[in-house]
């Protein structure tokens, strides 16, 4: 499956004030992991009221490519991880049989894909990013087209928990210091917006993001094949909609994802209990 990031900006900046006082550890990592929650709050706030995505500000720098890149190493792994394990609960072992059921972000990180995504994290451009396609037999799983609905929708749903993980530990953050504790909150906060963002872009029903295969599999068999008929165009389709920005000056993608966006940031920031 085809995983990206409709997010023209996916590095983010969370501007935080600091305390420079003296006190115990235990203020010091209340007082850390209070801050940390309050700034994905305020920029998901930032996120509810902005379509067009100014919660975070494009930083063109190494430590935030190398955020950018470890969240989005993440959000794609444990996004491919859930197709293969769902396919497998399912009865299809084609994707465990190729290695695919593994944490390990190597079996799961397209090269082309990670570099455009690398691409526009330094140029603060357009873009996306995609892991490597799962492989499911249809054929073999129980339920047919439910199942590869079930097995499509996984990817997005663990990027969903993937946020309320990021929400919870930016609450618990543990206190860590100096330049290791600040990449660890950023990772955290780019996580949080990185995977809403990779929920909400898999949702659309377009090939060949997610989204299609869940509605092809859940719409009646005469709905479906007819939504089939565009599956040759969907790429085409796709990166048109990505590049809006550039050629037309409308961010038609923002405008469809930007609905999606806010319900799963307010699930996620409800459900952790930031909300």
Not at 63 to 85: N, W
Request: hydrophobic share 50%; net charge positive.
């Amino acid at each position: 499956m085809l995983t990206g990031t409709a997010t023209s900006r996916p590095v983010f900046v969370i501007r935080g004030c600091a305390s420079p006082s003296v006190e115990s550890p235990d203020v010091k990592r209340n007082r850390r992991a209070t801050t940390s929650a309050k700034r994905v709050r305020e920029n998901s706030a930032c996120t509810l009221q902005s379509a067009s995505r100014q919660e975070a500000t494009v930083i063109p720098d190494v430590q935030a490519v190398i955020v950018t890149l470890i969240s989005f190493a993440i959000g794609i792994t444990v996004h491919e991880f859930s197709h293969t394990a769902a396919a497998l609960l399912l009865g299809d072992k084609t994707a465990t049989r190729a290695g695919r059921l593994t944490l390990n972000p190597l079996k799961h990180l397209d090269p082309f894909g990670t570099l455009l995504l690398l691409l526009a994290s330094v140029s603060g451009g357009p873009g996306f990013g995609w892991g490597k396609p799962v492989p499911v037999n249809g054929y073999a799983l129980a339920g047919g087209r439910r199942g590869m609905a079930l097995v499509s929708a996984a990817g997005p749903a663990s990027n969903l928990l993937m946020a309320i993980i990021c929400a919870l530990g930016a609450q618990h953050l543990p206190d860590i210091p100096g330049t290791a504790g600040e990449i660890a909150t950023k990772v955290i906060e780019t996580s949080f917006f990185l995977n809403i963002g990779l929920a909400a872009f898999n949702l659309l029903p377009l090939p060949p993001l997610d989204g299609f295969a869940v509605a092809t599999g859940l719409l009646p068999a005469r709905m479906a094949n007819q939504l089939g008929r565009i599956e040759q165009f969907g790429p085409g389709i796709l990166l048109l909609l990505v590049f809006a920005p550039s050629i037309i000056r409308i961010d038609i993608l923002g405008l469809i994802i930007g609905p999606i966006r806010r319900v799963l940031i307010i699930a996620a920031l409800w459900i952790s209990g930031i909300g």
